[in-house]
């Protein structure tokens, strides 16, 4: 079992930042990936960005956020973070983190909503 625990949402303006965490415990020594996805209202749900633990933390990016969003992750801590630049309207969604298996398994965090307004 893998507990994700996401934070850091909220409501921001059109250009400003933003940065999500998700801590993860129990059985993260079975994580060979971990992402962000989100959600937005009457549509489907999306890869926003995936960081590789197990190959040398190597990223991939949704084309609608490169150049404005990066994955990272404090193995430390074992949280991996978004940090959400330039942010649009069309960023508004629920950002869901979830842990990747080897065996091909999913864990998915609660979400966190993140509204761009003015």
């Known amino acids: 079992q893998v507990q994700l625990v996401e934070s850091g949402g909220g409501l921001v303006q059109p250009g400003g930042s933003l940065r999500l965490s998700c801590a993860a415990s129990?059985?993260?020594?079975?994580?060979?990936?971990m992402g962000w996805y989100r959600q937005a209202p009457g549509k489907q749900r999306e890869l926003v960005a995936r960081?590789?633990?197990?190959?040398?933390?190597?990223?991939n990016y949704a084309d609608s956020v490169k150049g404005r969003f990066a994955i990272s992750r404090d193995n430390a801590k074992n949280t991996v973070y978004l940090q959400m630049n330039s942010l649009k309207p069309e960023d508004t969604a629920v950002y869901y983190c979830?842990?990747?298996?080897?065996?091909?398994?999913?864990?998915w965090g609660q979400g966190t909503q993140v509204t761009v307004s003015s």
């Open positions: 960081i590789f633990v197990s190959s040398g933390d190597s990223t």
């Open positions: 979830s842990a990747h298996l080897a065996n091909g398994g999913n864990y």
């Open positions: 129990g059985s993260i020594f079975r994580i060979y990936a």
